[in-house]
């Protein structure tokens, strides 16, 4: 006689999971929790179950319509809050995660940034079970990949949410043949780091070098973000850059002070760094400041 079905519930922001889900045949997915403005709030109206949208600070009213529903497992990928003990605590219920980074590094909210920014070799995505810590609990499953320069910040996230799906159905189907019963593999909490995006690393400093610089605005370089920069008095979302190695320019510059702008042109603009130029091809100006 057939196993029955696991029933689940889904909460998050992006839809590679849900759609891993609902090709599982071992799986019935019954509820799925949206965050409001997400990937997935966009093609709300195809999940084919009930739904309930919540917003960055509905914390107790997620967790009270969580513990109202029936299920097996409950499955998050992209929730902005950690889970009560009053939750994962629930005996017969298994509590997973589907985390965009090769844990135990870069834990928390922002890792695709935090990769960037302190210039990690590789990016993944970790399958892990639910700890009353932030993205501690055991790895069911991980897959990684090594970066190079032409990978920016928008590039990165789409690969590592991919990926995110392709992790999930393999840890899912190591579940399914011990018939739920694998534990995972433990992670050492004293290994690996965390990583949450602030105003202070999105900002571009005149005292720093080009290379810094660069490294912060790929970091940053989508849209809602953006590296903060104030250059002749005015306030800017940088997105993309490159620097400037040509004689001629570097030579006729020379004297200019760091942060003046030195021309701009077909919607781009040359900076002058401490240490160099670079060049500017998508940004927005911040008339109301950074």
């Not at 590789?122 to 032409?150: C, P, Q, V, W």
């Not at 190591?174 to 202070?200: E, H, M, N, P």
Request: charged content about 25%; some cysteine; hydrophobic content about 40%.
């Amino acid at each position: 006689m057939p196993e029955k079905r696991k029933i689940c519930v889904f909460i998050g922001n992006r839809p590679a999971i849900l759609q891993e889900i609902m090709r599982i045949k071992e799986l019935q997915l019954a509820h799925v929790f949206i965050l409001k403005n997400s990937f997935l709030y966009k093609n709300r109206h195809e999940i084919p179950c009930r739904y309930t949208v919540f917003g960055k600070k509905d914390k107790e009213k997620v967790v009270s319509g969580i513990s109202r529903l029936n299920f097996d497992i409950l499955i998050s990928n992209g929730c902005p809050f950690v889970f009560p003990g009053s939750i994962i605590s629930r005996p017969g219920k298994i509590f997973l995660n589907i985390h965009p980074s090769y844990l135990p590094y870069f834990r928390g909210m922002h890792p695709v940034n935090g990769i960037l920014l302190r210039g990690f070799p590789y990016a993944g995505a970790t399958m892990h079970f639910i700890s009353d810590g932030i993205d501690t609990g055991n790895i069911i499953h991980r897959e990684k990949f090594r970066l190079s320069a032409d990978i920016d910040a928008g590039l990165l996230y789409r690969l590592v949410f991919t990926l995110e799906g392709k992790v999930f159905a393999a840890g899912m189907r190591k579940l399914i043949r011990s018939r739920f019963r694998y534990k995972g593999l433990r992670q050492k909490r004293l290994q690996g780091d965390y990583y949450t995006r602030s105003l202070k690393d999105m900002r571009l400093s005149l005292a720093m070098s080009s290379k810094e610089m660069l490294s912060r605005i790929r970091a940053f370089g989508v849209g809602g973000q953006g590296a903060r920069c104030r250059l002749n008095g005015m306030d800017f979302s940088i997105f993309e850059a490159e620097a400037i190695h040509n004689e001629y320019l570097m030579r006729n510059f020379s004297r200019a002070k760091a942060g003046e702008i030195l021309l701009e042109y077909e919607g781009k603009i040359l900076f002058k760094t401490k240490d160099g130029i670079i060049k500017i091809k998508r940004f927005l100006r911040n008339h109301s400041g950074s």
